[in-house]
């Protein structure tokens, strides 16, 4: 947030007493996602877990798991997900969307 301060002069001085407004700039989307961290759990289980990103630009309103093109999750704080009903040596492809009213950003 950033705070301007305004004083009007003229030739009989300055104007009335300062005052000050703070004023935010818009959101844009978040930068620094870091990939989810993907650890396997047996043969049928995938534990997924991530972090915030390092520069949020905003009020994050979603964090996403998307696998296989599908959302597994959609949350609004970082945190830990396991992703269960996995056959043995299945492949998955894990991302993670994050949001702010400005934007996502996915990892990867």
Same mark, same amino acid.
Do not use: M
């Given at each position: 947030?950033?705070?301007?301060?305004?004083?009007?002069?003229?030739?009989?001085?300055?104007?009335?007493?300062?005052?000050?407004?703070?004023?935010?700039?818009?959101?844009?989307? =978040?930068? %620094? $996602?870091?990939?989810?961290?993907?650890?396997?759990?047996?043969? !049928?289980? @995938?534990?997924?877990?991530?972090?915030?990103?390092?520069? =949020?630009? %905003? $009020?994050?309103?979603?964090?996403?798991?998307?696998?296989?093109? !599908?959302? @597994?999750?959609?949350?609004?704080?970082?945190?830990?997900?396991?992703?269960?009903?996995?056959?043995?040596?299945?492949?998955?492809?894990?991302?993670?969307?994050?949001?702010?009213?400005?934007?996502?950003?996915?990892?990867?």
């Amino acid at each position: 947030a950033y705070e301007f301060l305004l004083i009007a002069y003229t030739d009989g001085g300055a104007g009335e007493g300062p005052t000050s407004a703070p004023i935010k700039t818009l959101q844009d989307a =978040p930068i %620094g $996602i870091k990939d989810p961290v993907v650890q396997s759990n047996g043969t !049928s289980k @995938l534990v997924v877990s991530w972090e915030e990103p390092t520069q =949020p630009h %905003g $009020i994050i309103i979603s964090y996403e798991l998307i696998s296989n093109n !599908s959302v @597994l999750l959609k949350t609004t704080t970082p945190g830990r997900f396991i992703v269960k009903g996995l056959h043995p040596f299945e492949q998955r492809d894990i991302t993670l969307r994050v949001c702010t009213i400005g934007g996502c950003t996915e990892s990867r």
